[in-house]
């Protein structure tokens, strides 16, 4: 049918509901829960159910935890990092010494694995993703993106004619604590370039004020 206003106001309060479940779910209020049963349950049997939880991507808060930090199970919390900071490859690499992981907890760390390409990248092949994802089947590739999307972990479309995924927005990941310094460097250099920005464009303003006021008295 014709796309008409409607079907635009339909869109945009579309995407605003996504982009707030986007943000939910960087905020990571749904870990509160999980660390809770730190006190009631095993280490191990609250990071698995953390690992396979739907509404669960960031973890810094669990792995610094002392009933995590404590646990003496180092295999379980390299696999915990690898969910906070790793991609699928770094599992691969090390999976004869890491437990199984179960279906949703591989959808999971799939998903994070495209987050963290989306932030180098906004515009992903296909071919890349199946590497990345470690996976041989465009379609599957094709159901999982459209899951994560559905999920709110990141916003974007399928660009099937050129295989491609283009990322709009995504969740953010945690941070290694020794990557903070140089993340506030980051930081303080785009802060620095904003307000040298601002500046020109105030000059800009300023010129163009003073040129119209010079033409209207001509």
């Known amino acids: 049918h014709t796309h008409t206003q409607e079907d635009e106001t339909t869109d945009e309060t579309l995407q605003l509901h996504m982009a707030t479940i986007t943000e939910d779910l960087t905020r990571g209020t749904a870990l509160a829960p999980f660390l809770a049963r730190l006190e009631n349950e095993s280490v191990a049997d609250v990071v698995h159910a953390c690992l396979s939880a739907t509404n669960v991507f960031v973890f810094s808060e669990l792995i610094s935890h002392p009933e995590v930090q404590q646990c003496g199970d180092e295999t379980l919390l390299r696999l915990l990092e690898i969910f906070a900071y790793g ?12 437990p199984a992981l179960n279906s949703a907890q591989q959808t999971k760390l799939r998903a994070l694995t495209v987050v963290t390409m989306a932030s180098r990248c906004k515009v992903l092949s296909y071919n890349d993703l199946l590497r990345e994802l470690d996976m041989a089947d465009v379609r599957e590739l094709e159901d ?6 559905y999920a709110g972990v990141f916003q974007g479309k399928l660009n099937q004619r050129a ?13 290694r ?11 303080d250099a ?15 303003i300023r010129e163009a004020a003073v040129t119209r006021e010079r033409l209207r008295s001509q």
């Open 177 to 187: 604590p020794e990557d903070i310094g140089q993340l506030q460097k980051v930081l």
């Open 87 to 98: 991609k699928v490859s770094d599992y691969v690499a090390s999976k004869s010494t890491l």
């Open 144 to 149: 999982h993106i459209i899951e994560c999307i």
């Open 190 to 204: 785009w802060n620095s370039q904003s307000d040298v920005l601002l500046k020109l464009i105030d000059e800009r």
């Open 163 to 175: 295989n491609q995924l283009v990322v709009e927005n995504a969740i953010g990941r945690d941070v």
